[in-house]
């Protein structure tokens, strides 16, 4: 139980383009979905939480008009990077966690690389 | 300022032996405690978790011990298995709140 999935899992865009990755709770009700980004060898840096039907909430210094969340369901919450640039290349991963629960399930992440 | 530590970036372990992973926090409003696993490229799995109103947790091989007077915790694998081959990220978080991440140990098991 608790699967995460992620779409796509790779993708390659021009500088100036959008991108847009879906993130999934198969199982469970998401009511809140996080999204993290890893750079190589680092740790996972949380970027917003969002709440089903609510704003998404984002951390400090992370844009929010260029990594637009949007959490229209309680399975499916999407991360839109918009006029992406090279530094915007990353590994980025959503989890998911049901209400009343501490744990989080991630997905399997989403290599980004803007060209 | 890192809430949350793992001051090993990396462990080599035996098959068989036991691993014992640590993490160090610095929040004393963090009641729950989470180990994750993960492989290069892909999330990390959800592995074990403890809520600060105990000192042990076991789940088959693994087994996290929490001292909260040292703010301290610890995952222990054993048996190692090569399998076990991963970056272990602890995380901890303050009621429902969002997860802090540790930096992750780097663990190889060797046969």
């Known amino acids: 139980g608790a699967v995460v999935s992620q779409h796509p899992s790779r993708v390659i865009c021009k500088s100036g383009t959008s991108v847009k990755i879906e993130c999934r709770s198969l199982d469970f009700q998401a009511t809140t979905m996080f999204w993290y980004r890893q750079f190589p060898k680092q740790s996972l840096m949380l970027m917003a939480t969002s709440n089903e039907g609510s704003k998404a909430t984002y951390e400090q210094g992370v844009e929010k008009d260029k990594f637009l969340i949007n959490h229209a369901s309680l399975t499916l919450s999407t991360l839109t990077v918009t006029s992406a640039h090279p530094e915007d290349s990353s590994f980025y991963i959503c989890?998911?966690?049901?209400?009343?629960?501490?744990?989080?399930?991630f997905g399997p992440g989403t290599r980004l690389t803007v060209t | 300022d890192q809430q949350v530590k793992q001051n090993s970036p990396s462990l080599s372990v035996q098959e068989g032996r036991i691993s014992i992973l640590n993490c160090d926090y610095t929040n004393s409003m963090f009641d729950y405690f989470l180990w994750y696993k993960k492989y290069p490229a892909e999330g990390p799995t959800f592995l074990i978790s403890?809520?600060?109103?105990?000192d042990k947790n076991e789940d088959g091989r693994f087994t996290v011990f929490l001292n909260k007077s040292a703010k301290h915790l610890s995952l222990h694998i054993v048996p190692s298995q090569p399998g076990d081959s991963a970056v272990y990220f602890c995380?901890?978080?303050?009621?429902?709140?969002?997860?802090?991440f540790g930096t992750g140990t780097r663990l190889q098991v060797f046969p």
């Open positions: 995380a901890a978080s303050a009621g429902s709140d969002k997860l802090i």
């Open positions: 403890i809520s600060s109103i105990k």
């Open positions: 989890s998911g966690r049901a209400r009343d629960s501490y744990e989080q399930y």
